[in-house]
C-alpha cells in the first residue's frame, strides 16, 4: 500500500515540469484555494503557481455550489497568465490532464462528462473550476481549480454524493497524493503547451466525451432544454439536436447538465 505524504517539498522533489507547479503556495488547511489564487493572480504571482491546500473547508465548485473536499483529497488552484484568445480552451485542457494523469497512475479509463467532470465507471471523480479576469487593461489571468479525489473509502464517497468515487476506492489500495499531483502537473504542462501551440487537443478532450450521443437535459437561463447531444463546437460549447429538429448551442460554463448514470459531487 502506497504512503500518502503529502508536503509541497516532496511533491518539488518530484516535479518533472518547466513552469507549472514551480513556485506552491501551500496551506495545510483553508476555506478555498481559489480564493487565494486570485488574489495571488491579481497581485502578480509567478506564472503556473499553484494554491495547494492539504484540507480545503469552503470549496465551490461551478455555478457557486458547494465542493466537498475531506482529508484525502487533492485540491489545489492553477494560475496562468494565457491570451484572452485561449481562455475558452483551458477546461478542456484542465479536464484532459487529469484523465490523462488517472489514466497513467492506474489501471483505469477515465472519460469526461461535459464540460468539466473526470468520470471512473460513470462516478465522478474530479470536479473543475476555471475563472478569469483582468489583472491589468491588457494582461488576463485564469484560476483553474481542481479537486481530486484520491484517497476516499466508500462511506467518505458516499458522504459527499452517491455518484462520487475516489481513485484508491475503484482500485483498491491508497496512492501518494504527491506522486499524483506530480504527473497531473506533468500532464497539464504538456497538454497547455500543445495547446498554445495550436496541437489539437480539442480532438482529445471530444474524444473521451461520454455525453455525445446521449439525451440530456439542459438548464440554462432558468430554463430546461432537452435533446441529443450532438456534438461540440471548437470552443467547448455543447451543441444540442432539439426535438423540433434545430441545433441549439450552450456554451461551456453557462449551463448544468443532466445525464443518467453520471454523477456529480457538486451539490445542486
Not at 470549496?59 to 496562468?80: M, N
Not at 484532459?96 to 467532470?117: H, Q, R, S, Y
Not at 473526470?118 to 479576469?133: A, C, D, H, P, Q
Request: hydrophobic share 45%.
Amino acid at each position: 500500500m502506497a504512503k500518502d505524504e503529502f508536503t509541497p517539498a516532496i511533491v518539488e522533489q518530484g516535479l518533472r515540469t518547466r513552469f507549472v507547479g514551480r513556485n506552491i503556495q501551500y496551506v495545510p488547511r483553508l476555506a478555498s484555494t481559489m480564493d487565494v489564487a486570485r488574489t495571488a493572480a491579481i497581485a502578480g504571482v509567478a506564472n503556473g503557481t499553484v494554491v495547494l491546500a492539504g484540507e480545503q473547508t469552503a470549496g465551490r465548485g461551478r455555478l457557486k455550489r458547494e465542493w466537498i473536499s475531506p482529508q484525502g483529497c487533492l485540491a489545489f488552484s492553477l494560475i496562468l497568465y494565457p491570451e484572452m484568445r485561449c481562455l475558452p480552451g483551458l477546461v478542456m485542457v484542465a479536464a484532459l490532464a487529469v484523465a490523462e494523469a488517472v489514466t497513467a497512475i492506474t489501471p483505469i479509463v477515465a472519460e469526461l462528462k461535459w464540460p468539466n467532470d473526470v468520470l471512473i465507471r460513470g462516478k465522478k471523480v474530479s470536479g473543475i473550476l476555471v475563472e478569469t479576469g483582468l489583472r491589468t487593461d491588457c494582461q488576463s489571468y485564469a484560476v483553474i481549480g481542481i479537486g481530486l479525489n484520491v484517497n476516499l473509502d466508500s462511506a467518505a464517497c458516499l458522504k459527499i454524493s452517491p455518484t462520487a468515487t475516489s481513485l484508491s476506492r475503484e482500485i483498491g489500495r491508497e496512492l501518494s497524493r504527491s506522486v499524483v499531483l506530480c504527473v497531473l502537473l506533468a500532464r497539464f504542462e504538456h497538454l497547455y503547451e500543445a495547446f498554445l501551440r495550436g496541437e489539437p487537443v480539442f480532438e482529445a478532450w471530444r474524444a473521451r466525451l461520454t455525453t455525445l450521443g446521449k439525451e440530456v437535459q439542459v438548464l440554462a437561463g432558468g430554463m430546461f432544454y432537452e435533446g441529443v447531444a450532438e456534438d461540440v463546437a471548437s470552443d467547448g460549447a455543447l451543441l444540442i439536436r432539439m426535438g423540433g429538429g434545430c441545433l441549439m448551442r450552450m456554451p461551456a460554463g453557462d449551463v448544468t447538465l443532466k445525464v443518467s448514470a453520471t454523477g456529480g459531487q457538486s451539490t445542486e
